[in-house]
């Protein structure tokens, strides 16, 4: 047994457990969450939904307030949802902002020291967390596997999904850094994980890697007229939508800006069914 069930919660007729694992990737314990619906059992098994969540959250977050769970239970779609960095490796500087270090790993493997320790965050959503639930819940089934995620979390999701093709039936994405070696989250992140080397940068950037996406494409994409990194363009999304359409695949995107709506989980509940769905099209 990799994980250590630390709680167990009633939601939508399912159950959320929470739980721990060491990861030998991120070097630390890890704490997630997994939405169980009831239609789940090893001989029945379920879809599962990866939510990776943003800047400064952990995987209660979206849990506790972005209604996933809801529409999840309706259509028996289980959904984990990971924490978004290591925790407490003691690199000098980890705590010291909200948008580096701890809560901030951007889904990326760090190369720079000293980050390169631990903060591979890349490597343990796509690699280690997976194989480490697939082997202990036989009732979630590895061949029908989504993603999504929220702002820096949405960056995640597009990112992971592009840089493998075929690993995810379905992507969609809530507020994304779309284009981050562009704007100021993205820069301070890449340069302080991965270093000066734009060229490197590109490698992590969804602006640049659906410009070599080949193939079919069904991404929604939702953004909050109101939403305050929206407007100091840290999301630049009409950034990833022309790199789309020089890739002849932009009929794939679905970019819907949300009236009035801003960064916040009010936005994230208001639509999440809406993507729910747009996930159950391609898993179920
Ligand atoms: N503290 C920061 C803002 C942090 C913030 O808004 N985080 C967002 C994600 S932003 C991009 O990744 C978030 O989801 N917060 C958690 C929540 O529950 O709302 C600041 O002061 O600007």
């Given amino acids: ?162 840089k493998n093709p075929g690993k995810y039936k379905s992507v969609s994405a809530f507020a994304p850094i779309a284009n981050p070696s562009q704007c100021p989250w993205g820069e301070k992140a890449f340069k302080g994980y991965i270093g000066d080397d734009k060229q490197e940068w590109k490698k992590h950037d969804a602006t640049e890697l659906v410009k070599g996406w080949k193939g079919p494409l069904d991404v929604l994409i939702d953004v909050g007229t109101n939403d305050n990194f929206y407007k100091q363009k840290q999301l630049l999304p009409e950034n990833f939508i022309e790199a789309a359409k020089g890739a002849a695949i932009d009929k794939g995107v679905n970019l819907r800006f949300q009236e009035g709506h801003d960064h916040s989980y009010y936005t994230i509940a208001t639509f999440m069914d809406d993507h729910i769905e747009h996930h159950a099209k391609h898993l179920l």
């Fill in 1 to 162: 047994m990799s994980f250590k069930t630390i709680g167990t919660q009633a939601s939508f007729g399912g159950k959320l457990l929470k739980l721990t694992h060491e990861a030998s990737t991120t070097k630390c314990t890890m704490a997630l969450n997994l939405f169980l619906p009831s239609q789940a059992s090893a001989s029945k098994k379920v879809p599962v939904l990866f939510y990776l969540s943003g800047l400064t959250c952990t995987g209660d977050n979206c849990a506790e307030k972005g209604f996933a769970q809801h529409k999840a239970s309706e259509k028996g779609i289980a959904i984990v949802y990971p924490d978004t960095s290591p925790r407490g490796l003691k690199i000098e500087g980890e705590d010291e902002s909200y948008d580096f270090g701890s809560g901030a790993g951007f889904y990326i493997d760090a190369t720079k020291d000293p980050w390169s320790k631990g903060y591979k965050m890349y490597s343990y959503i796509t690699e280690e967390l997976p194989k480490a639930l697939f082997s202990e819940f036989k009732e979630l089934d590895e061949s029908r596997v989504g993603i999504f995620g929220h702002s820096m979390g949405g960056h995640g999701a597009l990112t992971l999904f592009l």
